[in-house]
């Protein structure tokens, strides 16, 4: 018998991380009497005088929002992380290693209207989103190793709030993932002495299987690694290291590849698509400014939980968690897909 | 100002998989709009002729499942590994690896009837479960590498039916989680000459900080290192090192033991605590048949994912899937919360 991707179970490996994906193609077949997600339909008011991330409404601190007209950036009221933190004790027991961890959490709203979502935000207006990331991302990486901007989509993906939104989180040290990545981007230049992402790209458009989104500046491809069902990664084409290397038109063509395919994914299923996306560049701060950043590529990432229909997600559960990471259908299957749906016009306009 | 774990945010190293979580006590005072999950209140009726796993009831493929007794044991209809499948093309890529997986996956029934649990089932039918586990141990640790028993509960754990059961998923390879655990023991024990969660136990049985139920055979604790809000380790104290290694007194220990630590769980909120759990220990099948397994310890892993009460969860989302695990209050706080419930009378026993 012949091996065919589509068909029979295997394994792939994530060069990013060095871990291997379980890949289990037509176990969507199955039955499923499981939890039912509720369609997020969107049915907010422009406005709400009880939500605190809504212009003028007063926070449960106090504070007043402000009557902001594009976007809006406040340090979090509960932040995880915080400036000035006492550093816990040294300890030799390799079995109780405690380390410090410093940081900054913001929040930052999108738009001043509750009932929009980035793919039916204009174009302008998703440029100026990036427009803030970017000037966030000046201040808080002169200080900080690494600035996670992440944006947490729906309450499938634990979204507390539906005012659209997304997250910056920064700190004095290196997370997990960025360190595990810092590492395989610096072996792989070492050997090919391009960057990993780079010669990935452009496999992956002589390929065309994974591909999803492509024009002058970005790509778009389900990795041939991913994860989740309709994982993607968004990836810069111009050798850009950090969001803030963009010059005006790679952000305002970044506007447009967002906007299509975020509208692919509501698309794809008829609903706002729960995702949470962030984006990974080369590390910041003091410690990193002097370092080569040459093995690293610009990217965003993409998980989106939903499998099969609006209501029925991927769970990452026992074996998951216990054993490795599975997928139940196929990243070329997921691209063909994601490629086939409209991405110019949002299922909500007639 | 003094570091105090309790209130400063910090990070805490995994020995286990070598990877850091960062602890942001306080969190959970933040307002939450977010998710409700529905409580879990197993209101199901003992028999229901339209669920496959019953006793007598026909399944979607045509085999009847038999009226089972105790436990019932079949092929998964839609398993994610196959026993023969072809193998994957060799590629010399770095970018686009894939390796072969073969396998097998079970579905284990608990008991006939399906509005139990396996903490309203008694210790005489949660040992019937465990001498299960180890018949069928016995059998696929003699061709595969490694056995993963895992139990799903409640639909917000990814359980697709209601019915009382785990599954046992088999694997030609050692998975990532497995593979990192058995390097870093590996590496201990050759530092230590001795296992690593030997060590571990002794050192929290000091402590007594993070353990909630210890007896001569078993110990519960909650990881220095836990990611999940309630995340348990239920620790052989015997030097076990598989499933099928546990003397008749442990395995009967091991039930009364499970029964009192999920019923602290179902306690704590008043309702059917979902989790995801699973068992470690050293790999099996014909390659590791020679090899030293002094550096492992048998231990189960709980993941629940409960945070505050029966409806609101912890996601593991944007920053925990692009940056590092992060929790909302420390292992302690957890630890004393659960010492604290009641694990002998199940709340819904008047
Ligand atoms: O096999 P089930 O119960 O249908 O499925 C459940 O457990 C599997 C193993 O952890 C997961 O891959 C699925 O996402 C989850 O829904
Ligand atoms: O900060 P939020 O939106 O309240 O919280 C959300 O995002 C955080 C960062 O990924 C997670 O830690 C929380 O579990 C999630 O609910």
């Not at 100026?128 to 600035?147: C, G, P, T």
């Not at 990993?196 to 492509?214: F, G, K, T």
């Not at 692919?264 to 990193?288: I, R, V």
């Not at 990217?299 to 609006?310: E, T």
């Amino acid at each position: 018998m012949q091996f065919v991707a589509s068909e029979h179970p295997h394994r792939r490996l994530n060069p990013l991380n060095g871990q291997w994906v379980l890949v289990c193609p037509h176990r969507t077949q199955r039955p499923w009497s499981g939890q039912q997600e509720k369609a997020q339909k969107n049915e907010l008011p422009e406005f709400d005088p009880t939500n605190p991330l809504c212009p003028g409404v007063t926070r449960p601190n106090g504070i007043q929002t402000p009557k902001y007209e594009s976007t809006y950036v406040f340090e979090n009221d509960f932040p995880a992380l915080v400036e000035v933190v006492p550093v816990p004790p040294n300890s030799d027991d390799p079995l109780f290693q405690i380390a410090p961890a410093r940081g900054n959490c913001r929040v930052m709203c999108f738009h001043p209207k509750s009932n929009l979502t980035l793919p039916t935000m204009s174009a302008a207006e998703i440029a100026v989103v990036i427009d803030e990331w970017i000037s966030q991302f000046n201040e808080l990486s002169a200080k900080y190793a690494w600035v996670q901007i992440f944006e947490n989509k729906g309450a499938t993906m634990g979204c507390s709030n539906p005012h659209p939104h997304c997250q910056i989180w920064s700190c004095s040290f290196l997370p997990t993932e960025p360190q595990l990545k810092q590492e395989r981007l610096r072996a792989y230049y070492a050997t090919n002495e391009r960057p990993m992402l780079a010669d990935y790209v452009e496999r992956e458009l002589q390929r065309q299987e994974r591909i999803v989104i492509e024009n002058p500046d970005w790509v778009v491809v389900v990795p041939f690694w991913a994860t989740w069902p309709f994982e993607t990664m968004l990836i810069s084409r111009n050798n850009n290291k950090r969001i803030n290397d963009l010059t005006t038109k790679q952000r305002y063509n970044l506007a447009l590849t967002m906007k299509e395919l975020t509208t692919k994914y509501d698309n794809l299923f008829q609903c706002s698509f729960p995702y949470s996306m962030g984006w990974h560049g080369a590390p910041t701060g003091p410690e990193h400014a002097h370092a080569s950043s040459a093995h690293w590529t610009l990217h965003a990432i993409y998980y989106p939980p939903l499998l099969r229909s609006a209501s029925v997600r991927k769970f990452m559960v026992g074996f998951e968690l216990l054993a490795m990471a599975q997928r139940d259908l196929t990243p070329e299957q997921a691209a063909q897909r994601l490629r086939d749906v409209d991405g110019k016009r949002h299922y909500l306009e007639k």
